[in-house]
């Protein structure tokens, strides 16, 4: 079975950046240029790599779409979104060299509609995220860069989802979005017992190797890496190969 570890670039305005948990008012900037990170993360033997419009997720609007088609340049395979709301943001996001189009608020929304482009482009064409928070005993799905909630819950629409052919699932649990507090690993359990045909991808907290390690036997099957590597906790050699 297939395990990826894959690194993250947020874009915010061209730039990288990291957010906590999900607050544009809690943003922390690299100095460094995304294109010289991905080539970093290419070198070091990555196949994916996972980059969000920060810009684009609230606004609706690809803002960040010529930085994305030139990272997917770099020599992996590049899953992107933030700001795919219309079957035309799928194909500019395609044309652009991306491998699979991450689709969040359209998918918690309108998941019909997202369930045609399952049909229309393949189901290998889409990671379908849907990311969560726990209130009020329930795993609500927030959208529009998590500034919104919806009535929709994870336990309804992940299920539903497997059942329309999706192949891949990314979860964060947002109250542990970039707070280095390791992965919620009963979520993970959660997904592989709610919809067990979804590779489910784990995001969210991840501070060491053993995380990595725990969102496996926990049943995910692949990590999203981001201000771990950015800030150097360890390296994705011993981050590909643990």
Not at 72 to 81: E, I, L, P, Y
Not at 148 to 157: A, I, K, S
Not at 211 to 224: E, T
Request: with cysteine.
């Amino acid at each position: 079975m297939t395990f990826d570890v894959i690194p993250a670039i947020d874009l915010r305005g061209g730039q990288v950046v990291r957010l906590r948990q999900g607050d544009y008012a809690q943003e922390t900037r690299y100095a460094q240029h995304p294109q010289h990170i991905a080539t970093h993360y290419a070198d070091a033997g990555a196949s994916w790599l996972h980059v969000v419009d920060l810009d684009g997720a609230r606004s609706g609007d690809l803002a960040n779409l010529a930085v994305i088609a030139s990272l997917a340049k770099a020599g992996m395979r590049v899953q992107a979104g933030g700001g795919v709301r219309a079957e035309e943001d799928v194909q500019r996001l395609l044309d652009a060299g991306v491998s699979r189009v991450v689709v969040g608020s359209v998918a918690i929304r309108e998941p019909e509609r997202v369930a045609a482009w399952l049909k229309t482009h393949g189901a290998e064409r889409f990671t379908i995220a849907l990311d969560t928070r726990r209130r009020d005993g329930r795993w609500s799905l927030p959208s529009a860069g998590w500034t919104e909630d919806e009535t929709r819950t994870l336990d309804e629409l992940a299920p539903w989802y497997a059942a329309q052919g999706a192949r891949h699932l990314l979860c964060t649990d947002i109250e542990r979005d970039g707070m280095l507090a390791g992965f919620n690993l009963d979520l993970y359990r959660h997904l592989a017992q709610l919809a067990p045909q979804l590779a489910v991808q784990a995001s969210g907290g991840v501070r060491s190797l053993d995380d990595i390690r725990a969102a496996r036997d926990a049943g995910a099957r692949g990590v999203i890496l981001g201000r771990a590597l950015l800030e150097g906790r360890f390296t994705l050699q011993d981050a590909l190969t643990c």
